[in-house]
T-cell receptor
Framework: AQSVTQPDIHITVSEGASLELRCNYS??????LFWYVQSPGQGLQLLLK??????LVQGIKGFEAEFKRSQSSFNLRKPSVHWSDAAEYFC??????????????FGTGTRLQVTL | DGGITQSPKYLFRKEGQNVTLSCEQN?????MYWYRQDPGQGLRLIYY???????QKGDIAEGYSVSREKKESFPLTVTSAQKNPTAFYLC?????????????FGPGTRLTVL
């Protein structure tokens, strides 16, 4: 069975500083990987996704993530954080191309706080 | 605008009552999903459906029921058998097929049992 670990429950960074959120997954084959962001009381918005190809993926709002198969990781990065980035971030994994509905497995999330 | 709507945004229920949460999508997606979110536990899959009149249990289906009579609708009923129903419920949808696993989420319904 697939699983996702986000080791950092809570991270605080200063506005303008760089950010890296960690995500490790467990899955036997090549997975599909996702990062979602959630503001308080809201639904989830997709930041970026990895299906195949280039292991460095660009997303919305200036975020990027790198798929490292050897480390089973898919860490999310942003060079300069803005106060509006404060939210909860979820990493998720789904089985690779099955042609059927995807069953996402989510990590427990990392809450990002941004100080001014 | 295409998207997913969930209603109501807030829902209060007395113990022992069943309650139904609505989820509608106009994205023409074949698959729909229901998740439960509790603080510190991420999202857990309750039920999902790949096609009309068919659905499968997720990881925590006990105490919940669903129906899929129309492609655009996937209501979730929280029954009195659900021991701890207070949570934030999220509905999602996706296309089905190779390379189409991205799920789009609704705004959620917060259910509180009094």
């Amino acid at each position: 069975a697939q699983s996702v670990t986000q080791p950092d429950i809570h991270i605080t960074v200063s506005e303008g500083a760089s950010l890296e959120l960690r995500c490790n997954y467990s899955y036997g084959a090549t997975p599909y990987l996702f990062w979602y962001v959630q503001s308080p009381g809201q639904g989830l918005q997709l930041l970026l996704k990895y299906f195949s190809g280039d292991t460095l993926v660009q997303g919305i709002k200036g975020f990027e993530a790198e798929f490292k198969r050897s480390q089973s990781s898919f860490n999310l990065r942003k060079p300069s954080v803005h106060w509006s980035d404060a939210a909860e971030y979820f990493c998720a994994v789904a089985p690779g191309d099955t042609g059927t509905a995807s069953k996402l497995t989510f990590g427990t999330g990392t809450r990002l706080q941004v100080t001014l | 605008d295409g998207g997913i709507t969930q209603s109501p945004k807030y829902l209060f229920r007395k113990e022992g009552q069943n309650v139904t949460l609505s989820c509608e999508q106009n994205l023409n997606h074949d698959a729909m999903y229901w998740y439960r979110q509790d603080p510190g536990q991420g999202l857990r899959l309750i039920y999902y459906s790949q096609i009309v009149n068919d659905f499968q249990k997720g990881d925590i289906a006990e105490g919940y029921s669903v129906s899929r009579e129309k492609k655009e609708s996937f209501p979730l009923t929280v029954t009195s058998a659900q021991k701890n129903p207070t949570a934030f419920y999220l509905c999602a949808s996706s296309m089905v097929g190779l390379g189409n696993n991205e799920q789009f989420f609704g705004p959620g319904t917060r259910l509180t049992v009094l």
